[in-house]
């Protein structure tokens, strides 16, 4: 198949020792600052934990309204079907990046993708419909 390449996590080594240590520095950094939260085991990878966390934010005082009084305010309640303007899919989890405000815990050492079945299903039902926007999020490998 012609699928894409995917990208080397170190740059080529050369003989020059700043590239060698650059090499090394990159490598470090890799693979023990840029982790997903469940690769450090960090609390907030786990959903029941977030939870835990937003619950007592609130019971706090924190400034967080609810999905259903945001709707409220705009004039959103009752909600009702319009028309599927955007397909949204979750590719995985797998990504060279490990953005802060990623809501899926991408990172590179993250193993879950699609499979390609799912994405021949999704495919499948993106030819029946309008949608002209494929909006592709969780792990997106550049
Ligand atoms: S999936 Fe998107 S948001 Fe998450 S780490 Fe990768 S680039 Fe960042």
Redesign the pocket.
């Known amino acids: 198949m012609g699928g894409r390449r995917q990208q080397p996590l170190l740059p080529p080594v050369c003989c020059c020792p700043g590239a060698l240590l650059i090499t090394v520095i990159t490598f470090y950094l890799l693979t023990t600052l840029i982790k997903s939260l469940q690769a450090r085991h960090a609390p907030l990878a786990d959903t029941d934990y977030q939870l835990t966390v937003l619950t007592e934010a609130q019971a706090a005082g924190a400034r967080l309204p609810a999905f259903g009084q945001k709707l409220r305010e705009a004039g959103l309640l009752p909600l009702r079907p319009t028309e599927l303007k955007t397909m949204q899919i979750n590719v995985g989890r797998m990504?060279n990046?490990?953005?802060k405000?990623?809501h899926?815990d991408?990172?590179p050492d993250r193993t879950e993708i699609m499979t390609r079945a799912t994405m021949q299903l999704c495919l499948d039902a993106l030819a029946q419909t309008d949608i002209e926007v494929v909006d592709l999020?969780?792990?997106?490998p550049r």
């Open positions: 990504c990046q490990v953005c405000h990623c899926v991408a990172g999020t969780g792990g997106r």
